[in-house]
């Protein structure tokens, strides 16, 4: 019988911000479909280990935000590692969410949790125009060396922007992954078989992809949803049919249980 180890819920581009705040589209505004999410969470019949938001925390880079957001994350009833995404201001979120300190150029870290080796990648790397994601080489060689250290224990990958493509949606492949993702995937592939699961968001859409026993898994968002379709252009289409959500994700010494779950904004 396979060993539960570990618990946590991903979330992903919530996009918060001023409740007054502009916001071109969308059936509501971003910060109510926050607290609804976290209305949400709170309401599960049992506390998860940690809830993993891939970033896109705020709606635009301002820092004068990030004090709101952690008063509003504060109200869940288990603690919340935040990744920065390609809206957020890095250093804000490092130093207010994550009680860094001081805020390091990229933010990527690792830490053991029930004896799961997370490891929290930054690809909002400078170079490539946005919103496409890139890792510098000293983040990559970082990566290698966690990757090899800790040789026996599950991983547990976390990242904003999709890193391999999906070969059917240009949008998707060419206009919102990581640049060099595929340099990551070598980099994963020889510990294929420790990886639990690369959780990611930034496509506001919950696509699975399976690749050299890899598994590539993103959140729904709890504001709006783009398309993910084939031979799409590369301009971001709105879904006005899917709900908000999030992805419930049991580790456990065999493998990765996902369970996605919608809810109607109130």
Not at 33 to 57: E, K, M, R, S, W
Not at 112 to 126: M, P, Q
Not at 142 to 149: H, N, R, S, V, Y
Not at 181 to 204: M, S, T, Y
Request: charged residues 20%; hydrophobic residues 35%.
């Amino acid at each position: 019988m396979a060993q539960i180890l570990l618990r946590f819920i991903h979330i992903s581009d919530t996009h918060y911000a001023p409740p007054d705040y502009p916001v071109p589209y969308g059936r509501y505004h971003p910060t109510e479909g926050t607290h609804v999410l976290i209305d949400q969470l709170n309401a599960l019949p049992y506390t998860p280990d940690f809830i993993l938001h891939t970033g896109d925390v705020a709606y635009d880079p301002d820092p004068d935000i990030y004090a709101e957001i952690k008063q509003a994350f504060a109200e869940l009833n288990a603690p919340v590692i935040f990744l920065p995404g390609n809206h957020d201001e890095r250093n804000t979120l490092q130093t207010v969410l994550m009680g860094q300190e001081t805020a390091r150029p990229y933010f990527y870290h690792s830490q053991v949790l029930h004896g799961v080796k997370l490891i929290c990648l930054d690809s909002n790397g400078a170079g490539v125009p946005m919103p496409r994601g890139w890792m510098p080489d000293e983040e990559l060689s970082w990566l290698e060396g966690e990757l090899q250290a800790d040789s026996d224990l599950p991983l547990v990958i976390a990242v904003h922007h999709p890193l391999v493509p999906t070969h059917e949606s240009r949008w998707f492949d060419d206009f919102m992954r990581t640049q060099n993702g595929e340099a990551v995937h070598e980099l994963l592939k020889p510990h294929a078989h420790r990886i639990r699961g690369v959780f990611h968001g930034h496509v506001h859409h919950s696509i699975d992809i399976q690749r050299d026993g890899i598994l590539y898994s993103s959140a729904q968002s709890s504001w709006v949803h783009f398309h993910v379709n084939p031979h799409q252009s590369m301009e971001t289409a709105l879904d006005v049919v899917n709900e908000p959500g999030y992805t419930r994700v049991t580790i456990t010494d065999q493998g990765t249980y996902l369970q996605r779950r919608h809810f109607r904004h109130r």
